[in-house]
């Protein structure tokens, strides 16, 4: 592809595009007119998930106010209570919760949000950012209607903060907070941007890379940077086309949120799941810095392959077996090999889901030659007499597939071994 292209797609998209709001339906919209450019038809495809509009998010510490954001689809709240920062996960930590508005580190976790809400938690904060950084706005999510299925059904309010506040919070030996939620809870449509190159066989290839940003992030190198890819990935395609194989291509909304748009897709072609061979994932490369990696889920001979390959050509790049954090995983879950490729980079030089995601850690001439691999690769795969990949999933990975898709606790699955 080339680099002037590659420059005004990220030129033209940077600004953030939450899944669910009309910037996501924005730069979907600009996704497909690309694919139409290209000659790809294009078909938006919208699916709904929980969600609702926030009208009131206020957190006070002692009467003083900490900047937050309320979790959509977390409901209504308005209490006053003592709160806990949960530092470990185990089984006494839990007992501690009852009655109180917990402080979780990082990441909402299913079973963390299971256990808090089994043992007579009020109410949940997530913390988000980096001390070191300038930046301490709160990011905003959603919460995840499987999370909410998790603990049976039980919606508790959750709110994010800046670790900063949090880390204050905690030092000020304040005694109790009050949380109050307001919003409009109702479904919200989210979308993912699908096309297809026909080809000779009646089975695909499916490329995916998710489109969507998080709240506080331009979404530049996460993810526009792997839309470019599958872009280009088209482009090549285009020219062999019809390709022994069809390729159809996904640019998913939701991913950030909780993979929703590959999980969607897969539903909403599930009677055509035998036909797809393989799902190249492309999430986030072309920085400055940082190397290139290919993760297999699917039969350790696709790393081997892979390295091979690389090698052959003379192309740097690490393949290894294991579940990525990405729209690849439930291809895999659902029984199609998967690979994702990333360029992965030191916290030293990138970090994403914030405002310090931006062009500015981007090379285009190194976006192009990672997408140049990408494509190749693609089109090895989609002219091959036969996808060489076979549709299975090791045993091993398939567990970790379950500990990801947070059907199993980790514990329990590593019990098993
Ligand atoms: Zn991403």
């Known amino acids: 592809m080339d680099i002037k292209k590659i420059k005004r797609i990220l030129k033209d998209t940077a600004f953030p595009h939450v899944s669910g709001t009309p ?29 609702g509009e926030i009208q009131l998010a206020m957190l006070t510490a002692d009467g003083k106010e900490i900047p937050c954001n309320g979790y959509m689809a977390s409901g209504n709240a308005d209490i006053t209570a003592p709160f806990i920062h949960l530092r470990e996960k185990d089984k006494a930590s839990f007992t501690q919760v009852k009655d109180k508005i917990v402080i979780l580190d990082g990441w909402l976790e ?6 808090i809400a089994e043992n007579g938690a009020l109410g949940f904060i997530i913390t988000n950012g980096n001390v070191n950084f300038k930046d301490s706005s709160p990011d905003k999510r959603y919460l995840a209607e499987r999370i909410v299925e998790s603990a049976d059904g039980k919606k508790l309010p959750g709110m994010q903060i800046h670790v900063k506040d949090a880390a204050k919070l905690v030092k000020s030996g304040a005694k109790e907070l009050h949380m ?13 941007v699908t096309a297809e190159i026909p080809g000779k066989r009646d089975e695909w290839i499916v490329c ?8 506080l992030s331009k979404g530049t ?35 950030e949120e909780d993979l929703y748009g590959s999980k969607n897709y897969l539903e909403m072609h599930k009677d055509e799941i035998d036909k797809m061979v393989l ?39 690490k393949a290894y077996d294991e579940v990525y954090s990405s729209d690849s995983t439930p291809f895999a879950d659902k029984g199609i090999p998967a690979v994702t490729f990333a360029r992965m980079c030191s916290g030293q030089y990138a970090s994403f889901h914030n405002c310090y995601d931006t062009e ?46 947070e059907r199993v606790r980790k514990e329990d699955a590593d019990e098993d071994e």
């Open 208 to 215: 995916t890379a998710h489109f969507d940003s998080t709240y």
């Open 23 to 51: 910037e996501e339906l924005k730069v979907a919209q600009y996704l497909a007119e690309e694919c139409r450019a290209l000659g790809v038809e294009p078909k938006i495809e919208g699916f709904q998930v929980a969600g």
């Open 360 to 405: 500015a850690i981007l090379s285009p001439q190194q976006i192009q030659k990672d997408v140049e691999f990408i494509a190749w690769f693609a089109d090895r795969m989609a002219n091959a007499v036969k996808c060489p990949v076979d549709r299975k999933i090791p045993k091993k990975l398939k567990k970790k597939i379950d500990v990801y898709l």
């Open 279 to 317: 799902d190249i994932n492309v999430d986030m490369i072309g920085e400055t810095m940082g190397s290139f990696e290919a993760c297999c889920t699917a039969e350790e001979k696709l790393s081997h392959y892979l390295s091979y390959l690389a090698m052959e050509i003379g192309w740097g790049m």
């Open 180 to 192: 109050v939620l307001k919003q409009k809870e109702f479904p919200v449509t989210m979308r993912n």
């Open 221 to 255: 190198w996460d993810n526009m940077t792997g839309c470019i890819a599958l872009l280009g990935i088209m482009e090549e395609l285009k020219k062999t086309a019809p390709n022994n194989y069809g390729v159809r291509f996904v640019f998913c909304g939701g991913e």
């Open 110 to 115: 299913a079973f963390d949000y299971k256990d």
